[in-house]
């Protein structure tokens, strides 16, 4: 089997613009070329767009406002896990031989329309993802008591991130009063426990292994791959302390790896909200159940940034099919030694996790210099 | 790398029912599992939804209405090669060693979003893909000394082939005279000269080389897949009695799996419009420039279903995301001798074309038992 690496990324502001999707799409593919030496038009045989937006064949239309014409172009959706999927389908595109360079480019709007799940009516009338969010929460808090003001230190370090990714939605600090104080949306959720819509695109550039060279010294490797889907419909989910899909995609993208868990040095994780956090950092074998909190405290007080440096979905907003290309911008950028301020020193091997609908299903991807 | 199989098949009938998405996918997949023996659920770890309905993660809500926890579950959307492009995605995901068995199920309702390119301004006030059929038309009557009436023998070859597809949108046979008299829809078409939208879905499952046999006796292999996107606006296309895209596609596709035109028992190929069956026979190499049309005259005299024996996409009914996935399972039905009244002997090598907007992107598959 071919090697993979993703080598190159791109990324726009996320904002509550209204800037159409085709060129959103192209501002991320510009910001890619603009940050690649050596990388022509020429060179691209396969162009996927993540998205939820409602607009066809935007890989063909991406393709022609770029100058490419590629072999292999289509979208990828599936909600707000559309992005990994895109890279995925990448990798196994460059893997299977049918392509050498792929570019892979993320975009949503803030108006996207993957924002609510029209099918699950095991929501009823409450179809907004923060109803699931809600029962996720009441549930966790009981189960481990854990009370809201704990919960609010995910929002606190999340946004404390973002402060120092230039491409945030987010540029404000937020006190753990702060967020008691937010709006309330449910007897659970504030609005500062949850992500925001918003409108931003992330791209990224993969490569078989004997190209990679010519577009970094240091290709980002793609060492594990997990994926599950459990169902559509967020009670499907036996257990509201648990995401069963994020603890198969991690068990099945560690083995691949030949990776553990005190391996990684750093992890995009997806938390849509705030609970979402503690949860996952549980169901990825980071801390054990009911101490995932403990741990991104810790992290807090100790200016961690190993988990979410960009400042997570809370902290840098989510435009839904941006979002797991995002994530991955930013794990390329910290191995790289690109990250800036954000720069976590001596990493070597990073996580993506990304997910959809109440983790009815995950992506988990494992990255390596 | 791993060789793959289609092995199996399902079929709705094409129709103008008003079925939901949800219910058209979850046939299509009823009547594959209906005539697969051996297969069970827990099998497939890919299924991959291609249509251009703008509901969301609609493979996970097929997964769950069928029972099937994938690993890997996605929707592909490349406009009306949806179909293709998930083959092809599903492949490259056997290949690379992600999954060992896919599911693919394209569909789409006579309602569809994906009939009309909203982004091609090229087209001017002229949206719907009859402007750029009209165009294709006269420049290659111009070119090639055509007539209207000349062309008709596409519609009439079409429907005679649908006659005997229980699944066709139509099950009238037409006379020259029939389809000259049908509507004037612009200068140069004709109702009868059109392909139909209609509702209708289509399912293939794909496995990896060690599992094939498990399902079918006779495995189709994947020897050849080409693909080539142009640009996404058909006036790009700098001759409009070419279609460049379908010309690369079918180049790379024929160079992969070492097979000539000469090889090919029988095609499935791209008839959106009548003028489209002799240009895609010329650029796929069957004809030379020009004589495309006396190729399909001469299939109709001799009654030889060689091309489109289900009835092209002008007689079977054309539901978008559901084509390319229809095309390959009648593909494979010859292929495994269970096509029935349509059926032609001594069938080893079979060809699908699948094309976008305007022959801007195409796809060509070339298979084998």
Same mark, same amino acid.
């Given at each position: 089997?071919?090697?993979?690496?993703?080598?190159?990324?791109?990324?726009?502001?996320?904002?509550?613009?209204?800037?159409?999707?085709?060129?959103?799409?192209?501002?991320?593919?510009?910001?890619?070329?603009?940050?690649?030496?050596?990388?022509?038009?020429?060179?691209?045989?396969?162009?996927?767009?993540?998205?939820?937006?409602?607009?066809?064949?935007?890989?063909?239309?991406?393709?022609?406002? +770029?100058?490419?014409?590629?072999?292999?172009?289509?979208?990828?959706?599936?909600?707000?896990?559309?992005?990994?999927?895109?890279?995925?389908?990448?990798?196994?595109?460059?893997?299977?031989?049918?392509?050498?360079?792929?570019?892979?480019?993320?975009?949503?709007?803030?108006?996207?329309?993957?924002?609510?799940?029209?099918?699950?009516?095991?929501?009823?009338?409450?179809?907004?993802?923060?109803?699931?969010?809600?029962?996720?929460?009441?549930?966790?808090?009981?189960?481990?008591?854990?009370?809201?003001?704990?919960?609010?230190?995910?929002?606190?370090?999340?946004?404390?991130?973002?402060?120092?990714?230039?491409?945030?939605?987010?540029?404000?600090?937020?006190?753990?009063?702060?967020?008691?104080?937010?709006?309330?949306?449910?007897?659970?959720?504030?609005?500062?426990?949850?992500?925001?819509?918003?409108?931003?695109?992330?791209?990224?550039?993969?490569?078989?292994?004997?190209?990679?060279?010519?577009?970094?010294?240091?290709?980002?490797?793609?060492?594990?791959?997990?994926?599950?889907?459990?169902?559509?419909?967020?009670?499907?989910?036996?257990?509201?302390?648990?995401?069963?899909?994020?603890?198969?995609?991690?068990?099945?993208?560690?083995?691949?790896?030949?990776?553990?868990?005190?391996?990684?040095?750093?992890?995009?994780?997806?938390?849509?909200?705030?609970?979402?956090?503690?949860?996952?950092?549980?169901?990825?074998?980071?801390?054990?159940?009911?101490?995932?909190?403990?741990?991104?405290?810790?992290?807090?007080?100790?200016?961690?940034?190993?988990?979410?440096?960009?400042?997570?979905?809370?902290?840098?907003?989510?435009?839904?099919?941006?979002?797991?290309?995002?994530?991955?911008?930013?794990?390329?950028?910290?191995?790289?030694?690109?990250?800036?301020?954000?720069?976590?020193?001596?990493?070597?091997?990073?996580?993506?996790?990304?997910?959809?609908?109440?983790?009815?299903?995950?992506?988990?991807?494992?990255?390596? +210099?």
């Amino acid at each position: 089997m071919r090697r993979v690496a993703v080598t190159n990324f791109g990324n726009t502001k996320f904002s509550r613009d209204d800037t159409p999707i085709e060129s959103l799409l192209l501002s991320a593919t510009k910001s890619l070329f603009d940050q690649t030496s050596n990388l022509s038009q020429k060179d691209i045989d396969v162009v996927l767009v993540s998205t939820n937006e409602n607009s066809k064949y935007l890989a063909a239309i991406l393709s022609e406002l +770029s100058g490419i014409a590629p072999r292999i172009s289509h979208t990828v959706e599936n909600l707000c896990s559309s992005g990994t999927n895109a890279i995925v389908s990448a990798y196994s595109y460059i893997a299977a031989g049918l392509g050498n360079v792929a570019l892979v480019v993320g975009a949503d709007r803030f108006d996207s329309p993957g924002q609510i799940l029209e099918w699950d009516k095991s929501r009823g009338e409450y179809k907004h993802p923060i109803f699931w969010a809600s029962i996720f929460t009441k549930s966790y808090k009981r189960a481990y008591n854990v009370s809201a003001e704990n919960l609010a230190i995910i929002s606190v370090k999340n946004h404390r991130n973002a402060k120092d990714n230039p491409n945030a939605f987010s540029n404000k600090t937020y006190t753990v009063d702060d967020i008691m104080n937010s709006k309330n949306l449910t007897e659970d959720l504030r609005i500062l426990d949850c992500s925001r819509p918003c409108t931003g695109s992330s791209a990224v550039l993969l490569t078989s292994e004997d190209l990679a060279k010519k577009f970094t010294d240091i290709p980002v490797w793609v060492k594990g791959i997990g994926q599950k889907t459990i169902s559509a419909s967020f009670t499907k989910n036996q257990n509201f302390n648990h995401m069963n899909s994020t603890k198969d995609a991690a068990r099945i993208a560690f083995s691949i790896a030949k990776l553990k868990q005190n391996d990684v040095d750093v992890a995009e994780i997806h938390d849509a909200f705030s609970v979402c956090e503690p949860m996952i950092i549980e169901d990825l074998g980071f801390a054990k159940k009911g101490e995932g909190l403990r741990y991104s405290k810790s992290l807090y007080e100790t200016f961690d940034r190993k988990i979410n440096p960009r400042g997570g979905l809370i902290g840098a907003g989510h435009p839904l099919g941006a979002t797991g290309v995002a994530q991955t911008t930013e794990i390329v950028q910290q191995i790289q030694g690109k990250a800036q301020k954000r720069q976590i020193e001596n990493t070597n091997v990073g996580l993506v996790h990304n997910m959809s609908a109440a983790a009815t299903s995950s992506t988990v991807l494992i990255l390596k +210099s």
